[in-house]
């Protein structure tokens, strides 16, 4: 099985900041691979598919980049409502597995 | 509007057996590959299995954990996606979610305990 690895697992910060998480593969998946972001109670919701292609609707601070074995998840400048826990998902094989999460809160 | 509406969760002992529903509007699921989900409380999300649409074989794939125990089918006339779920465990015990990818379901709760 593919595993992967998030990093930081949580961080704080504050509105208006810039905030990266990133993802390692344990194998080349291409661009086989997306982002979610789930908040507390609720379903997840598709934020990048493809590495960087912006699901509809997703507002455009959010940005992903990578490929191979290393993705990134950019928020541009974070909002209150992006307080919440971001899975990465590589989609090149099954299981298709998600990582461990990041959470991110409040400074 | 699409949406997907989970059903079907609820308590049950170990052993016993459950079958979720996944019922879709707005949105065809005969023509998608669907997918099931689970969260165990405090956890994060586990992929369990899929069934890719007709067109392109139809077939189902599941995770270790639960393969020869879950078997995931649809109803194409009823736009509606399956989980039987046999044999179940208390470690089994998460919010089970149906999704595309895109369109995700509200999540149905199953508690497996004595």
């Known amino acids: 099985d593919i595993q992967m690895t998030q990093s930081p697992s949580s961080l704080s910060a504050s509105v208006g900041d810039r905030v990266t998480i990133t993802c390692r593969a344990s194998q080349n998946i291409g661009n086989f691979f997306n982002w979610y972001q789930q908040r507390p109670g609720k379903a997840p919701n598709l934020l990048i598919y493809g590495a960087s292609s912006l699901q509809s609707g997703v507002p455009s601070r959010f940005s992903g980049s990578g490929s191979g074995t290393d993705f990134t998840l950019i928020i541009g400048s974070l909002q209150p409502e992006d307080f919440a826990t971001y899975y990465c998902q590589q989609s090149y094989s099954t299981p298709l597995t998600f990582g461990g999460g990041t959470k991110v809160e409040i400074k | 509007e699409v949406q997907l509406v989970e059903s079907g969760g609820g308590l049950v002992k170990p052993g016993e057996s459950l079958r979720l529903s996944c019922a879709a509007s707005g949105f065809s699921v005969s023509n998608a590959w669907m997918t099931w989900v689970r969260q165990a409380p405090g956890k994060g999300l586990e992929w369990i299995g899929r069934?890719?649409?007709?067109?392109?074989?139809?077939?189902?794939d599941y995770a270790a954990p639960v393969k020869d125990r879950f078997t995931i089918s649809r109803d194409d006339s009823q736009e509606t996606l399956y989980l039987q779920m046999n044999s179940l465990k208390p470690e089994d015990t998460a919010v089970y979610y149906c999704t595309s990818g895109e369109a995700w379901g509200q999540g149905t709760l199953v508690t497996v305990s004595s």
């Open positions: 069934i890719k649409r007709k067109s392109d074989g139809g077939t189902t």
